[in-house]
C-alpha cells in the first residue's frame, strides 16, 4: 500500500465515514451509566477495542477515541483525575490498533462542564488548563485530528479551538455544536453565525453533532455549507425514549442512509453517528458514501490530477474499500447507428418526440397484471416502457426478464434500467451482454440509490462503477470493445441516463452530464420536475451538451405523498403552491385526481423544451399515466400499430380533464 495521504487530504479528496456513538453503545452492552466511560480505557480494553473493530468493519473511516469525558475536570467527579494522561494514551492506542492502515483515528475532546456564560476568570482558567492537558496528550499519542463535539458553549468551544491550535497547530481540528429542535445554538445563533465564528477562531472542520436526528442536523448542516471549510454532521438516532427503564434510540438504520445521501449530495463532507447510533447505522451510510466517493472519483478521471487540489488517486489510495478495477478510456462512436438499433432510437434520430410510461417489476414470477397494464397503454398509443431496476430494495422479478418477456409477447418495446449498484464490475459485463442476447436494446443507466427501506434493508451495495464508467463499459461494447481492450461482437444499445434538474450542487450536475456525454450518453431522462422555472434553468444550462431531454413525470398520490418527496427525496422540490393545493384536497380519489392535473400543468409548461417525457404513475395506475399524457398531444403522435380508440379507462378517474388549457 502506498504512503496514506493525511487526513486533510483525504477530506480534500472525497467524503469520509465517521463512527457512531461510543457512550449509548457501551450502555447497551451493559455498562451502567453511573460508571466512567473513559475509565473502561483502562480497566476493560478489550470491550473498548471491540466497539472500534465493529466501527471498522462496519465501513467507518475516522474513529473517535474514547475520551468525550476524559478532561481532568469530568474526571475528578468519579475520583479519576490523577488517570487523565494514562486514560486517554491508552484510548489512542485502542483505537489505532483497531483501525490499522483502514481508519483515521481523531482524539474526541468534550466539554469540561464549566458553563462559560457564568463563570469566574478563575473558573475559565481552570477549564482552560484542562482542555489544554487533555489536547496535549491526545496529539503526543499520535491522533490525526482533535474533534471537539457536543459543546453548548460558543465561548467553551471557540477557547478549545484556540488552544488546540496552540498545542498541535499541524493537527487539524474539527468543531462541532449542539443544536435544538428549533436550528439554534447558544444564544439563539443559527447554523450560519456558528460556522463563521469557528471558522474564525481556527477550526478547519465544522459542524454539528448530538442534540437532534438526522432531519434536523441535514438542515442545521447544510446551512453551514459554502463557508469556506468542509462540513460535517453527526446527528442522533433520533431522540431518546425511555423502554422499561432503559433509555433507547429507536431511530431507523435504512433512516441514516437516505440523509447520508441527502446531507453528502448537499455539500456535507464527512458524515457519521452520534448517541443511540450503532454499527448498523455506519454500515447503512456506507453506501452512500461509496456512491459519491465513486462520482468524485470520476471527475477526477475525467478532468485530471488535482484539479481540486489533491493529487491524482487519492481516493484509491486512502480507501481500502475502492475497487481496482476501472472503466476503460471511453470508447470511439458506435458503429451501428443509433435510429438502426431501436424503435426508440429511430424516434430518436428523427427528432420525434419521445414518449414511455414506468412500470414497477411485479413481486412475484407472474407477469399477467403487467400485461395487462401493457395491453391498456397500448390501445392508449404508448408502445415504449421503461422497467426500474430494485426500486425501494422490494424483491421483485428482475427487471431483464420482465423486459425480455414483454418484448416477446407484446408490441411494447421496453426500455432496461442498469444500475451500479448491485452488480459487480464483472457482473455488470455480463448482464449487459445478456440484455443484448435476449434482443433488449435501450438501456437509461443510473449509479442508484443505496439500499435504504424495504425488506431487505441490509444488502450490500456494490458500487465498483457508477453510472459514468458504466455508460463507458456499454459505449465500449456498442463499438465493439469490451473493458479489458479485447474485440467482442458490437452491441446495440440506445444508451439514456439520469440526470437531476433540482440537484442542490448544479455546476457538479452539469460536469456530471458532460461527463456522461463523453462516456457515451445519448439521451437524458430526468427526475421528476414540478417546477418549470427549475427545468427551464437546467435545459437552458445543459443545452450546449446537445443532448436530448426526456422530462420524468409523477403524479402526487396525496398531501402526504407530496410532503414525503420534497422532504425526503434529494433533487425533488416541490412548489409550495403544489404542496397546499394537495393539502386541500388530502388523500383518496380527489386527490389523486389533483395530482394528475398537476402533473399535466408541469408537463404542459415544458413540452415545447423537451423531445420526450416518461411518466411514473403511482402503484402502476396506467390510465393516471395515459390522462397525463393528453396534454402533449399537440406533439406525440401516438403508435398506429393497432387501431387508437381513445384513452381507456379514464371515466374512473374523476374530474381530471384530457386536455388542460394552453399557456399564452
Request: hydrophobic letters at 45%; one cysteine or more.
Amino acid at each position: 500500500m502506498t504512503t496514506r495521504p493525511s487526513l486533510a487530504e483525504a477530506i480534500d479528496a472525497g467524503p469520509i465515514l465517521v463512527d457512531g456513538a461510543m457512550g449509548s453503545l457501551l450502555y447497551e452492552r451493559g455498562v451502567l451509566h453511573t460508571r466512567s466511560y473513559d475509565e473502561l480505557n483502562l480497566s476493560q480494553p478489550e470491550l473498548i477495542r471491540t466497539v472500534h473493530r465493529d466501527y471498522v468493519q462496519a465501513g467507518a473511516e475516522l474513529v473517535e477515541t474514547n475520551t468525550f469525558g476524559a478532561n481532568r475536570i469530568a474526571l475528578a467527579r468519579h475520583g479519576l483525575a490523577e488517570q487523565m494522561a494514562a486514560i486517554n494514551r491508552a484510548a489512542v492506542a485502542l483505537a489505532r490498533s483497531a483501525a490499522g492502515e483502514r481508519a483515521y483515528v481523531g482524539g474526541a475532546v468534550g466539554p469540561t462542564g464549566v458553563k462559560h456564560g457564568v463563570a469566574s476568570a478563575s473558573e475559565r482558567r481552570l477549564a482552560r488548563f484542562a482542555l489544554a492537558e487533555q489536547i496535549d496528550t491526545l496529539v503526543l499519542a499520535g491522533v490525526d485530528a482533535i474533534v471537539l463535539e457536543t459543546f453548548t458553549s460558543i465561548l467553551e468551544i471557540e477557547m478549545a479551538i484556540n488552544v488546540a491550535k496552540e498545542r498541535g497547530p499541524r493537527v487539524p481540528v474539527f468543531a462541532m455544536m449542539v443544536f435544538g429542535a428549533d436550528l439554534k445554538s447558544d444564544g439563539g445563533l443559527g447554523p450560519s453565525e456558528i460556522a463563521d465564528r469557528l471558522i474564525a477562531a481556527g477550526a478547519d472542520v465544522v459542524g454539528a453533532n448530538c442534540g437532534i436526528g438526522p432531519s434536523e442536523l441535514y438542515q442545521v448542516t447544510v446551512g453551514m455549507v459554502g463557508h469556506g471549510r468542509p462540513v460535517i454532521a453527526q446527528p442522533n438516532a433520533g431522540l431518546p425514549a425511555s423502554v422499561e427503564g432503559r433509555t433507547l434510540y429507536v431511530a431507523n438504520p435504512e433512516h441514516f442512509g437516505v440523509f447520508a445521501r441527502r446531507m453528502l449530495k448537499s455539500g456535507v463532507r464527512l458524515v457519521g453517528g452520534c448517541c443511540g447510533t450503532t454499527p448498523d447505522h455506519t454500515r447503512a451510510m456506507l453506501g452512500a458514501v461509496r456512491m459519491l466517493r465513486g462520482e468524485k472519483l470520476d471527475e477526477r478521471i475525467s478532468h485530471g490530477a488535482g484539479e481540486r487540489g489533491a493529487p491524482a488517486g487519492a481516493i484509491m489510495q486512502r480507501d481500502p474499500l475502492a475497487r481496482a478495477a476501472q472503466p476503460s478510456p471511453p470508447a470511439p462512436p458506435a458503429k451501428l447507428p443509433v435510429g438502426e438499433r431501436s424503435r426508440l432510437g429511430g424516434r430518436l434520430a428523427r427528432g420525434e418526440f419521445l414518449v414511455s410510461v414506468e412500470l414497477t417489476a411485479p413481486p412475484g414470477s407472474d407477469l399477467t397484471k403487467t400485461k395487462q397494464q401493457v395491453a391498456e397503454l397500448l390501445a392508449g398509443g404508448v408502445d415504449v416502457v421503461n422497467i426500474a431496476d430494485g426500486p425501494r430494495a422490494s424483491a421483485r422479478m428482475a427487471n431483464v426478464a420482465v423486459c425480455a418477456r414483454l418484448a416477446a409477447e407484446t408490441r411494447v418495446e421496453p426500455i432496461l434500467h442498469v444500475c451500479s449498484r448491485d452488480r459487480s464490475f464483472l457482473g455488470l459485463i455480463a448482464h449487459l451482454l445478456g440484455a443484448q442476447g435476449l434482443g433488449l436494446r435501450n438501456l437509461v443507466i443510473i449509479t442508484g440509490d443505496p439500499p435504504k427501506m424495504g425488506d431487505y434493508p441490509f444488502s450490500t451495495p456494490v458500487y465498483d462503477v457508477d453510472s459514468v464508467g458504466l455508460l463507458r463499459i456499454a459505449a465500449g461494447l456498442n463499438a465493439g470493445v469490451d473493458p479489458a481492450g479485447k474485440e467482442c461482437e458490437p452491441t446495440a444499445f440506445v444508451l439514456a441516463t439520469g440526470a437531476e434538474p433540482g440537484a442542490h450542487d448544479r455546476d457538479r450536475e452539469l460536469r456530471r452530464l458532460e461527463d456522461k456525454k463523453a462516456a457515451g450518453a445519448e439521451l437524458v431522462m430526468t427526475q421528476p420536475v414540478y417546477d418549470p422555472r427549475t427545468l427551464e434553468r437546467f435545459l437552458d444550462d445543459a443545452g450546449p451538451l446537445g443532448l436530448p431531454v426526456m422530462v420524468g413525470i409523477l403524479p402526487l398520490a396525496s398531501h402526504r405523498n407530496a410532503e414525503f418527496l420534497h422532504n425526503e427525496v434529494p433533487g425533488m422540490g416541490i412548489p409550495a403552491e403544489y404542496r397546499e393545493r394537495m393539502a386541500r384536497v388530502g388523500g383518496g380519489p380527489a386527490a389523486r385526481a389533483e395530482g394528475i392535473r398537476i402533473a399535466q400543468e408541469a408537463l404542459a409548461a415544458v413540452k415545447h423544451r423537451v423531445q420526450g417525457t416518461y411518466v411514473m404513475p403511482p402503484f402502476n395506475r396506467v390510465d393516471s399515466a395515459l390522462a397525463v399524457l393528453e396534454v402533449a398531444r399537440d406533439r406525440w403522435q401516438p403508435s398506429t400499430g393497432e387501431p387508437v380508440t381513445g384513452v381507456a379507462g379514464m371515466a374512473g378517474v374523476a374530474g381530471v380533464p384530457h386536455v388542460i388549457g394552453r399557456r399564452p
